[in-house]
């Protein structure tokens, strides 16, 4: 029990907003740290389901609450995949060795290439938003959990890079099979929920979320060799603009 409590506390710790604890990074702290992950997704989700729900009586235009859908989830997860997603993104820009990318993943200071990228990235965030429908926000709370649990598959099931730092979450024998079938757990349960609430939404965010995690894959065997820590935090930054965007093309043909 103690393990799986550290794991909680590490968890939110590491990924979420709230207070960091000093608690050492090893096996012990981190066993279970990945089935704990999406329930920060789901606590994002919830927050975004009822700011669909005040937004209309508060805000007259589309741009205040595109703004926080696109920006709220990253305040929520304290920065930590946004992190990933920009050392992931100034490596691969670099078009250097994979061993100088794998360097430059591990470099606390961001180059030039990243930070145009996030500009990019979150005013495509914030133009996608600004045309979703109100219904559209509950279908898309889903999605958070969605992005953070195929995040925990992803390293149980993957190979890992040679300086990945990854190996520190994984559970020995059966544990790890557990924690895998509970990712996959959560990834139906919350598609399963999408399909309920417009199956042609539903169904357009689950192909999103499946063509960002191929390029997640895709890109982390070329670059750097294997899944790295930051290499799945790009993967959620990206699942996270794929599963609207995916939802946007679905209610421009259906709704």
């Known amino acids: 029990m103690k393990k799986i409590w550290n794991s909680f506390i590490m968890a939110f710790s590491t990924y979420s907003i709230s207070p960091k604890t000093q608690m050492e990074r090893n096996k012990d702290n981190t066993s279970y740290i990945l089935i704990f992950i999406p329930l920060i997704g789901a606590i994002i989700g919830f927050i975004i ?74 005013m495509l965030a914030i133009g996608i938003w600004s045309e979703m429908p109100v219904d559209g926000l509950f279908i898309l709370s889903y999605g958070f959990v969605i992005s953070r649990a195929l995040y925990g598959f992803s390293i149980l099931t993957s190979k890992h890079a040679k300086e990945s730092k990854c190996s520190v979450y994984l559970p020995e024998g059966i544990l790890k099979y557990a924690q895998i079938f509970i990712m996959l757990l959560y990834v139906a349960v919350c598609a399963v929920s999408m399909i309920n609430l417009n199956r042609g939404v539903g169904t357009a965010c689950i192909i999103g979320a499946v063509i960002s995690f191929i390029y997640y894959l895709i890109v982390s065997y070329k670059e750097f060799g294997g899944v790295t820590e930051d290499s799945a935090g790009f993967f959620v930054q990206i699942c996270e603009v794929a599963i609207p965007l995916a939802a946007l093309i679905a209610y421009k043909r259906w709704w």
């Not at 703004?67 to 709220?72: E, H, K, N, R, S």
């Not at 990253?74 to 100034?90: E, N, P």
């Open 49 to 122: 389901s009822r700011w669909a729900i005040a937004y209309p009586y508060l805000c007259d235009y589309a741009v205040l609450p595109a703004v926080v859908g696109a920006v709220l989830p990253s305040i929520l997860s304290g920065g930590s995949h946004l992190d990933g997603f920009f050392r992931t993104v100034d490596a691969m820009c670099s078009h250097q060795t994979r061993e100088r990318k794998l360097q430059i993943l591990e470099d606390s200071h961001g180059g030039y290439f990243a930070i145009i990228v996030c500009v990019c990235y979150f």
